[in-house]
């Protein structure tokens, strides 16, 4: 026999966050727009991995500023030349150290999908020394556990970074990482929960 899930108390099942049900008769043509993608059956490369239960339902109710996030958010993540693999590497490492659950839970698979090893979302999962990772991951990795986990970025780990990335690619790097840092915010404050299917991927 199935079990009930049990949500906090503030958190309304057809949101799993603290915001209630948007009703779509009630927005705007270009927020029915969007709330007409977000509920379709997620696609790759859409509009959100999450669809309405997520960062594109909480953006929704910022009508002028939700479309500026998503197009900055899919811009970092396939326009600006960056490797897929490490825009992914990236987004684990802020997860983790924002203890962002839901964004772990989003993209754990996406990430083994690129071609992040196992191995090396094991390392992320427990802060273990990143030894035998690649080069270019283990510096992304060093460099959130920095600039996030503590709050600043030793000389030897940007100029590692700077060296492997250059300084376009660190600034674009560094937007990606403030924009999942950003969103993980978000998502905490208004209590996301994760999905039905979901389980917690991060230790407590």
């Keep these: ?14 949101t799993l ?43 929704m109710r910022m009508p002028k500023l939700s479309k500026s996030f998503g197009e900055v958010n899919r811009l970092l993540r396939t326009g600006m030349g960056l490797d897929g693999r490490l825009v992914e ?48 991951e283990a510096a992304l990795i060093e460099l959130v556990r920095e600039a996030v986990g503590i709050g600043k970025v030793s000389p030897q780990t940007y100029a590692r970074a700077l060296a492997l990335f250059g300084e376009e690619g660190l600034l674009n790097y560094s937007a990606l990482i403030g924009n999942y840092a950003q969103t993980a915010i978000i998502l905490c404050v208004f209590g996301q ?4 299917h979901q389980r917690p991927g991060l230790p407590d």
Excluded: C
């Excluded at 150290?97 to 196992?118: L, N």
């Design 89 to 136: 590497v990236a987004i684990l490492a802020t997860a983790r150290e924002m203890s962002s659950q839901f964004e772990w839970a989003m993209h754990e698979s996406v990430a083994i999908a690129k071609g992040v090893a196992s191995q090396t979302v094991d390392i992320i999962r427990h802060r273990k020394p990143v030894a035998g990772v690649p080069e270019n």
């Design 17 to 59: 966050s603290r915001l209630a049900p948007l009703r779509r008769e009630a927005l705007n043509e270009e927020q029915q727009k969007t709330y007409d993608a977000l509920t379709r059956p997620p696609q790759p490369g859409g509009l959100s991995l999450a669809g309405i239960k997520g960062p594109g339902g909480v953006q």
């Design 1 to 14: 026999m199935a079990t009930v899930r049990k949500l906090p108390a503030d958190v309304y099942p057809e």
């Design 193 to 196: 929960e994760l999905h039905d």
